[in-house]
């Protein structure tokens, strides 16, 4: 996205956006949470010992909780949100009017509710401990300040309770406007035109409501969800956790209606969501809505298991469902928020926007003139972007000229599910990427002899329909596409091995093709000079072999079809060889 573009990118932020930030995910709390019980609860005595808000049984309880959950938990693996709802729902077993259709009201375990009241009031100090963020862990945030520099504002919507946001502007200098001045004012951040707008619709570690039913903004850092502030009296952490979602105050209000009126915009484009797995229904609904009325509005979902948060994305939400037309507007970057942020802005971002830029020039030229105009310049961008399913879209749709670097992207478009975090989908598109590096590249490989009065030339070539690039031509776009793909092999966590050994091999066949393009430059001259890799020195020395016999036995006239071919033979031979090794086993 240049400087130029006015489009305007709108954040919103999970839990897995605050990990480099030292904030837990949802598994990691839960994970901590337990660790920390069991510390506590070992060192617990009877009333007025060490610990005196845990109990020996605590840890117990805690245990049992976990392994009842995990049958009922996504892939077996309980999150604080699910923890958190059931032990407060265990500590309020007799208000369950549920419990009216049960001929039994006990629960199975002695003494689990009066635990799980305990563990729930541990659990929210937990949460709020862990949610003030040291100034020194935001500096993978700095390149949002970009998107400030450049449009003078950013949007950023979040479900998290931390401050990283907060201690990120700080750092920068950069003004953030939340709706608190210190008290809760909707006009302060509804019209707020520069800086950092924070929309914190599930609340803040540093929010608090009064007694008297205010709300403000105390930054005072306090394990406790209840404090005493000065003019607030006794006051609660304002912070919406699981079971208390839809039981709204009125910033949360507020910032929802606010975070649905940014996306609505006409300015907006693209809405980049990071680290969050779409659970909570209203803010589903809200996005559904604003993708209905914003019809341009892109969805970029940053996370290693963005294929599957577009699954449960797209999934009916009760009544409600996405349009069909919703899919090809999803963009899926499987890889952790911090390592792909440097990369985002002004590589991705600014493909999406300019392919889909083109994708509108050429629906235009469609309905004006009834004919296709060359969709090569919105593939290319889309490729850029890994966007598959537009990339796709334009594939089947019409047959593209097979330019080199057209070739190259359809490697590159595959890239981010040959490293996500699903096995099946990582695999499967192995062997496209290695289908195409077959059919796009190895087969395009030529070697055009000529012999002359005085000398024997044999230039290795790759053609693409009625282009042919010299060796190394083709060396430079091959090694262009290893550049171009490392830094999503460094922000993977899928499966980033797989994307190394692809970025060797492409820089290896690069090495190569121009190895073979120097050596072969000149066959009369090139023997003396072989002092490379061996196994190029071999090839090259082959293929002068192959010539000299040729000029012994035939006069120095026209090029040499037999030696042409067997020399094409070799070098595509060489090629496959060195790629051979990106087979995984289940594509041989």
């Known amino acids: 996205m240049g400087d130029s573009q006015s489009s305007n990118v709108v954040f919103l932020l999970g839990a897995g956006a605050s990990i480099a930030a030292g904030v837990p995910d949802t598994l990691g709390f839960a994970r901590e949470f337990q660790e920390s019980v069991r510390s506590r609860a070992s060192a617990a005595g009877p009333a007025g010992g060490p610990d005196p808000d845990v109990a020996p049984s605590d840890a117990e309880h805690l245990d049992y909780v976990f392994e009842t959950l995990k049958p009922h938990a996504r892939e077996r693996r309980v999150d604080i949100e699910l923890l958190l709802e059931v032990l407060t729902r265990l500590a309020d077993w007799d208000a369950d009017t549920a419990l009216a259709f049960c001929s039994d009201r006990e629960l199975g375990r002695p003494g689990l509710r009066e635990s799980a009241g305990r563990l729930a009031r541990l659990l929210r100090d937990f949460i709020k401990s862990k949610a003030f963020v040291d100034p020194s862990r935001v500096q993978h945030l700095a390149p949002l300040a970009q998107y400030v520099t450049h449009h003078g504002r950013l949007d950023i919507a979040t479900l998290n309770y931390d401050t990283a946001i907060e201690e990120f502007s700080a750092a920068h200098g950069i003004e953030l406007h939340d709706g608190f001045r210190p008290e809760w004012s909707q006009d302060s951040i509804g019209k707020a035109a520069q800086g950092i707008r924070l929309m914190k619709l599930h609340g803040s570690v540093t929010w608090y409501q009064t007694p008297e039913g205010r709300y403000r903004k105390e930054s005072i850092n306090v394990p406790q ?317 082959r293929l002068v072999a192959q010539v000299a016999h040729q000029k012994i036995g035939r006069s120095l006239v026209g090029p040499s079809e037999p030696v042409t071919a067997a020399m094409t033979t070799c070098l595509r031979d060489r090629v496959s060889e060195i790629l051979e090794v990106l087979a995984p086993p289940s594509s041989i």
């Not at 996370?303 to 797209?314: E, T, Y």
């Not at 749709?397 to 070739?407: D, G, H, Q, Y």
């Open 225 to 541: 969800s209840r404090v005493r502030i000065v003019q607030g009296g006794e006051s609660e952490s304002l912070m919406l956790f699981p079971v208390r979602k839809w039981a709204y105050s009125e910033p949360m209000v507020g910032l929802l209606f606010e975070f649905k009126r940014v996306l609505e915009a006409e300015s907006t484009r693209v809405l980049v969501v990071a680290g969050y797995s779409f659970r909570d229904d209203h803010v589903k609904v809200a996005i559904r809505d604003a993708v209905r009325n914003n019809r341009r509005l892109e969805i970029v979902l940053l996370d290693p298991d963005a294929f599957g948060i577009k699954r449960r994305l797209l999934a009916p939400c009760g009544q409600d469902s996405w349009p069909e037309a919703m899919e090809p507007r999803i963009l899926c970057l499987p890889y952790r928020f911090e390592r792909l942020l440097p990369e985002l802005k002004h590589r991705l971002l600014r493909s999406l926007l300019s392919g889909l830029d083109a994708d509108e020039q050429e629906r235009r030229h469609l309905a004006e003139r009834g004919t296709k105009n060359s969709p090569e310049s919105a593939m290319a961008h889309f490729a850029d972007c890994q966007h598959v399913s537009r990339f796709e879209s334009y594939m089947a749709s019409c047959e593209p000229v097979r330019t080199a670097e057209l070739t190259l992207r359809e490697i590159s478009v595959r890239l981010g599910q040959a490293i996500c975090s699903d096995p099946t989908m990582a695999l499967a598109s192995q062997a496209q990427i290695i289908q195409v590096l077959r059919n796009r590249l190895v087969d395009h490989l030529y070697c055009d002899v000529r012999v002359g009065d005085r000398v024997v030339r044999a230039n290795s070539e790759w053609r693409t329909g009625s282009q042919s690039h010299g060796g190394n031509g083709a060396a430079q776009l091959i090694e262009g596409l290893a550049e171009r793909v490392q830094p999503y092999v460094r922000a993977a966590l899928g499966n980033p091995a797989w994307g190394d050994l692809l970025v060797e091999r492409l820089r290896a066949v690069s090495t190569y093709l121009r190895e073979v393009h120097r050596l072969t430059g000149d066959l009369v001259e090139c023997a003396a000079r072989l002092g490379v890799d061996e196994s190029v020195k071999a090839e090259a020395q």
